[in-house]
């Protein structure tokens, strides 16, 4: 009887395998590099901000109020004693929003953008730019083509999602697709409850919650009646100072779409490097790299992904 001596022909084997899965890995991730100018574009907020002081956009008569039942105050906001209207910002986003302020003119003054409006709270003004900008262009295409319905933003800065929306954008009015609502988390962006007219006969309710993922995730889920989200964002996503991979992952009913992109070299975002669609009902849809050419953030190398979550 001849022994055979397999370590001779199965590790090359093996070796020629793994070399075959990382080499079919890396052209799965596609690098995509940034083609836009490193310069502002239109100002797509001050135009949402015009947009929606047209006759046919519906508040309630108290704006801090929340549509469509007009009687609890928009998160983030409360009602002090005394008052008639939820003028008050709750504490944490007051707190928040002033440390955010102070940072802001400490680092940039009075520096105005000739053109744009204000941004107070404007501490990274490079996420503005051309650069930067082509990730809520990316996500914004999807979601129209998803046909997306409801909605989540999560710490949209200046660029919130519904902005890169067909229906929504300026000189960008799409008959065939109306989403029913866009809810932004950010304790930057004022408050706002509004209902703009889109597509042929539809409306898209606009929220802007000053609140920041932790206080949405305490006074929002399950407490206040809000249509439950087929597709969650989360451009920028940052693991320490708003949700981790858990949060993301398990805050929202199933099914959902997260779409989700990040600094893959920052060093809280290691869980989110592993978020690959492996899990029960889980399938990464989308995947790849994205290089800014830009040398105003370190975090030039970034990750954006869709995974879908289904119920199990």
Same mark, same amino acid.
């Given at each position: 009887?001849? @022994?055979?001596?397999?370590?001779?022909? &199965?590790?090359?084997? *093996? !070796?020629?395998?793994?070399? %075959?899965?990382?080499? #079919?890995?890396?052209?799965?991730?596609?690098?995509?590099?940034?083609?836009?100018?490193?310069?502002?574009?239109?100002?797509?907020?001050?135009?949402?901000?015009?947009?929606?002081?047209?006759?046919?956009?519906?508040?309630?008569?108290?704006?801090?109020?929340?549509?469509?039942?007009?009687?609890?105050?928009?998160?983030?906001?409360?009602?002090?004693?005394?008052?008639?209207?939820?003028?008050?910002?709750?504490?944490?986003?007051?707190?928040?929003?002033?440390?955010?302020?102070?940072?802001?003119?400490?680092?940039?003054?009075?520096?105005?953008?000739?053109?744009?409006?204000?941004?107070?709270?404007?501490?990274?003004?490079? @996420?503005?730019?051309?650069?930067?900008? &082509?990730?809520?262009? *990316? !996500?914004?295409?999807?979601? %129209?083509?998803?046909? #997306?319905?409801?909605?989540?933003?999560?710490?949209?800065?200046?660029?919130?999602?519904?902005?890169?929306?067909?229906?929504?954008?300026?000189?960008?009015?799409?008959?065939?697709?109306?989403?029913?609502?866009?809810?932004?988390?950010?304790?930057?962006?004022?408050?706002?409850?509004?209902?703009?007219?889109?597509?042929?006969?539809?409306?898209?309710?606009?929220?802007?919650?000053?609140?920041?993922?932790?206080?949405?995730?305490?006074?929002?889920?399950?407490?206040?009646?809000?249509?439950?989200?087929?597709?969650?964002?989360?451009?920028?996503?940052?693991?320490?100072?708003?949700?981790?991979?858990?949060?993301?992952?398990?805050?929202?009913?199933?099914?959902?779409?997260?779409?989700?992109?990040?600094?893959?070299?920052?060093?809280?975002?290691?869980?989110?490097?592993?978020?690959?669609?492996?899990?029960?009902?889980?399938?990464?849809?989308?995947?790849?790299?994205?290089?800014?050419?830009?040398?105003?953030?370190?975090?030039?190398?970034?990750?954006?992904?869709?995974?879908?979550?289904?119920?199990?």
């Amino acid at each position: 009887m001849r @022994l055979i001596n397999l370590s001779d022909r &199965v590790f090359p084997i *093996l !070796f020629v395998c793994v070399i %075959c899965l990382l080499s #079919a890995l890396a052209e799965e991730i596609q690098v995509l590099q940034s083609n836009r100018p490193n310069v502002y574009g239109e100002d797509r907020l001050k135009w949402f901000y015009e947009r929606i002081k047209q006759p046919d956009a519906k508040y309630c008569e108290d704006k801090t109020r929340l549509l469509p039942d007009c009687e609890e105050c928009i998160p983030g906001l409360h009602q002090e004693a005394g008052s008639s209207t939820c003028g008050a910002y709750i504490p944490s986003s007051a707190a928040i929003r002033s440390e955010i302020l102070k940072l802001t003119k400490e680092r940039y003054k009075e520096e105005k953008v000739e053109g744009r409006m204000a941004r107070p709270y404007g501490l990274y003004p490079y @996420l503005e730019k051309g650069d930067f900008m &082509v990730r809520q262009e *990316l !996500f914004g295409r999807i979601l %129209c083509k998803n046909k #997306a319905q409801n909605i989540v933003d999560i710490g949209a800065y200046y660029n919130p999602i519904h902005l890169f929306l067909d229906s929504q954008s300026h000189g960008s009015a799409s008959s065939d697709y109306c989403p029913n609502s866009v809810l932004i988390v950010e304790p930057i962006l004022d408050a706002l409850s509004v209902m703009i007219p889109c597509g042929t006969s539809g409306s898209t309710h606009v929220i802007f919650m000053p609140i920041t993922f932790r206080q949405y995730m305490k006074q929002v889920i399950n407490k206040v009646r809000l249509a439950k989200p087929d597709s969650v964002v989360c451009i920028g996503c940052d693991s320490h100072y708003g949700p981790n991979r858990h949060m993301l992952e398990n805050t929202f009913a199933r099914p959902f779409d997260l779409l989700l992109e990040f600094p893959s070299e920052y060093v809280h975002n290691g869980p989110m490097k592993k978020m690959l669609g492996n899990g029960p009902g889980e399938k990464l849809m989308f995947h790849r790299i994205l290089q800014p050419h830009t040398n105003e953030t370190q975090y030039t190398k970034r990750s954006l992904k869709i995974i879908r979550y289904e119920v199990v």
